[in-house]
């Protein structure tokens, strides 16, 4: 009897051992489980981080020959000096307010939106064109809208313009951006704009001068 009573309760704590081990590692799948998933979400945004960088390396929001006609507009050249910066532009709905420098290569890329140099002088009559990156300075660009305002203060003064409507074109197509006799401005920046790697397509956004005041 005694020998069976022994049997019994090693077996009891045979299967209590076995139960509390099922229950630990359900326990530690239970915690282990979300620790790995946020890993696996780091892992990714550093991918996609690298992937980003790379790509402003690749990429070049204004290709060489997306301008058709520079502004030929009395008083419109801006004397600027290439890589000073020259102003900033503020954009009131995504409450955002970014630097201006002139140039659109990468230094001037990196620190801000790039005034084209070849381009009207920023509230002179022509064609203003900045360009900017799509995952900094020109982030949430598509969520604006017709009729909303984009602030931009120079030395020159402080100038408002008003959203005129946008456009999404090909990188290669040649010409898309215009030459205008009045004082309009053209943003561009690469897309789509959550694209992982080298952008296809670019957007443009114009907006017409509705205000300027002195400084």
């Not at 009559?125 to 995952?135: F, K, P, T, W, Y």
């Not at 203060?153 to 010409?175: L, P, Q």
Request: hydrophobic content about 40%; some cysteine; proline content about 6%.
């Amino acid at each position: 009897m005694k020998k069976k009573h022994s049997g019994t309760v090693i077996a009891v704590k045979l299967i209590l051992i076995l139960s509390l081990s099922v229950l630990l590692y359900a326990v530690v799948q239970v915690v282990k489980a979300p620790i790995e998933a946020r890993q696996a979400l780091q892992a990714w945004e550093k991918k996609r981080e690298e992937a980003v960088n790379l790509s402003h390396i690749e990429e070049q929001p204004l290709p060489a020959g997306m301008i058709n006609v520079p502004s030929t507009a009395p008083g419109s050249k801006p004397s600027y000096i290439e890589g000073e910066v020259i102003g900033e532009i503020f954009f009131p709905t995504l409450n955002k307010k970014v630097a201006i420098l002139e140039g659109t290569d990468s230094p001037q890329l990196k620190k801000g939106a790039g005034h084209y140099a070849g381009s009207a002088a920023i509230g002179a009559d022509g064609n203003s064109v900045l360009a900017g990156h799509r995952d900094t300075v020109f982030r949430n660009l598509g969520e604006l809208e017709i009729h909303d305002p984009i602030e931009v203060e120079t030395a020159s003064g402080k100038f408002t313009y008003e959203i005129t409507g946008s456009v999404i074109v090909d990188k290669d197509e040649r010409g898309a951006i215009k030459s205008s006799e009045q004082p309009i401005l053209t943003l561009i920046t690469c897309y789509p704009f959550s694209f992982v790697g080298s952008a296809p397509d670019r957007y443009l956004l114009t907006a017409r001068l509705v205000e300027k005041e002195p400084l």
